[in-house]
T-cell receptor, first 112, second 115 residues
Framework: DQQVKQNSPSLSVQEGRISILNCDYT??????FLWYKKYPAEGPTFLIS?????DKNEDGRFTVFLNKSAKHLSLHIVPSQPGDSAVYFC???????????FGTGTLLAVQP | EAEVAQSPRYKITEKSQAVAFWCDPI?????LYWYRQILGQGPELLVQ????????DSQLPKDRFSAERLKGVDSTLKIQPAELGDSAMYLC?????????????FGPGTRLLVL
């Protein structure tokens, strides 16, 4: 039973355009959501997070939106740059533990 | 910028051999995590330490895996004996506290190949 789902295995966008990565979750106990970026042969790098008490959090070119009623979050990257090409993981935690549950990742390719 | 350190970065071993991975968390971080990432999947938690104590090892295959954090700082994850299915990336992460909504910071990982 996959509690965090990233249904798009890959996404390709043009440099300068918006990249939108999506994530769905099933566990209503999740109250903290994070996005990580991962290059091949490296560990995940923290990008941005959002608490369930908010519906939007912004950091530079990255914005995360949370729709609790739909159990859906998205990461917007504007403008997209070739250096953004990587695998993006959505992760969630909640309840009495800080254990992260990860999605399967979305491979973003930003074309010059 | 403080980082999580891991070694080795790559390890090739034969099945039935023993392997060990080392992790040094960000200085001052009380909570340390070991995750395993199989190709094409997201990381999955193996074990979580708060200082020197294990707080969650429910997904650790205890017949062959062991983990310790004796002085509450660095940690070692061991596999004995290794099996073909253990081939994966082993990631260490740390967070400042154990509390809720704490961001976890990851090291570069150890890629294990079992032949």
């Amino acid at each position: 039973d996959q509690q965090v789902k990233q249904n798009s295995p890959s996404l390709s966008v043009q440099e300068g355009r918006i990249s939108i990565l999506n994530c769905d979750y099933t566990n209503s106990m999740f109250d903290y959501f994070l996005w990580y970026k991962k290059y091949p042969a490296e560990g995940p790098t923290f990008l941005i997070s959002i608490s369930s008490i908010k519906d939007k959090n912004e950091d530079g070119r990255f914005t995360v939106f949370l729709n609790k009623s739909a159990k859906h979050l998205s990461l917007h990257i504007v403008p997209s740059q070739p250096g953004d090409s990587a695998v993006y993981f959505c992760a969630a935690s909640g309840g009495a533990t800080n254990k992260l549950i990860f999605g399967t990742g979305t491979l973003l390719a930003v074309q010059p | 910028e403080a980082e999580v350190a891991q070694s080795p970065r790559y390890k090739i071993t034969e099945k039935s051999q023993a392997v060990a991975f080392w992790c040094d968390p960000i200085s001052g971080h009380a909570t340390l995590y070991w995750y395993r990432q199989i190709l094409g999947q997201g990381p999955e938690l193996l074990v979580q330490f708060q200082d020197e104590s294990v707080v969650d090892d429910s997904q650790l295959p205890k017949d062959r895996f062991s983990a310790e954090r004796l002085k509450g700082v660095d940690s070692t994850l061991k596999i004995q004996p290794a099996e073909l299915g253990d081939s994966a990336m082993y990631l260490c992460a740390s967070s400042l506290h154990r509390g809720i909504q704490e961001t976890q910071y990851f090291g570069p990982g150890t890629r294990l190949l079992v032949l």
